[in-house]
């Protein structure tokens, strides 16, 4: 790859995501790729479950009215929690200023296991991270106002003050995850790494505006991220346009590689990524 061409990617990510440079130039590929979505095995199906996660603010059926505010608060509290997040092979970074409305939101009030993400540990190292059981994968947290992390900082290895054993409850909704390919897999976990990012110049935006808020009632904002095998589908209102999703998964420099956007007449608009599909359908 030419040095000007590597130049311009990470000038490219350092604007997308504030990244410095010298934290972004280890990760970009000789292959001419952004690093954005080049992960382990364990960091894709994690990302891939915590999209599910925060990308469904009311339940699916089977839940009671309470059961489902609650569920939507606390997603909404996460969103309103972090940042950003910055996506390494074997971490992703999340980061905050609020780093106890965070954990609160993605693990509960108690050490329980009993609320929050399915299999989801918080470690109390230096760093502070969270430790995903199902998958072994790492969140960790950046506390802002610091400076951004680079590469090669300590990771957890065990969680702190939290049993590492999978709860029934963890289990039961663990259980309830449909089956998903691995190209799904890489497609949702490019959208959940790119929220709440915003382009640069400009073509598109993924603000917090159309991500879970708080309401009343879980269903007046509601988001639903379901699907199986290949095939999945965003659906959501609020302000933000299918239009930028799509945009933000295509981008010709920053985007998912082979990801394409069709919109036929009668049909949401689809973002493809070799055989999975993602349909957005945004309900305003």
């Known amino acids: 790859m030419p040095a000007s061409t590597r130049r311009r990617l990470i000038a490219a990510r350092c604007r997308l995501t504030g990244e410095f440079k010298a934290a972004v130039a280890p990760l970009i590929g000789r292959d001419g790729s952004h690093g954005l979505d080049d992960c382990t095995d364990e960091q894709r199906r994690f990302r891939t479950q915590l999209a599910l996660f925060l990308l469904n603010a009311a339940p699916a059926e089977g839940w009671n009215s309470h059961e489902r505010h609650v569920a939507a608060q606390r997603v909404w509290s996460a969103w309103a929690a972090l940042e950003r997040f910055l996506p390494y092979r074997d971490t992703l970074v999340v980061t905050t200023s609020s780093p106890g409305a965070l954990r609160r939101a993605l693990i509960g009030r108690t050490s329980n296991a009993d609320e929050g993400m399915p299999g989801l540990r918080y470690d109390h190292t230096d760093p502070p991270s969270f430790v995903h059981i199902p998958t072994k994968a790492t969140l960790r947290v950046h506390v802002l106002p610091k400076p951004l992390p680079t590469p090669g900082m300590p990771l957890c290895g065990a969680s702190n003050g939290q049993s590492l054993a999978i709860t029934s ?88 590689a082979d990801a394409t956007a069709v919109l036929r007449p009668g049909h949401p608009l689809t973002v493809s990524y070799r055989a999975a599909k993602l349909n957005l359908h945004c309900e305003v």
Do not use: C, M
């Open 169 to 256: 409850r963890e289990q039961r909704l663990l259980d309830t995850l449909p089956p998903i390919t691995v190209d799904a897999e890489q497609l949702l976990a490019a959208l959940l790494v790119r929220l709440p990012l915003a382009d640069p110049d400009g073509i598109w935006t993924l603000s917090k505006n159309h991500l879970p808020q708080a309401a009343e009632s879980p269903d007046a904002n509601s988001h639903f991220l379901i699907g199986d095998g290949a095939s999945w589908h965003y659906r959501w209102n609020g302000s933000i346009r299918a239009f930028d999703i799509a945009a933000a998964l295509t981008d010709t420099v920053t985007g998912l």
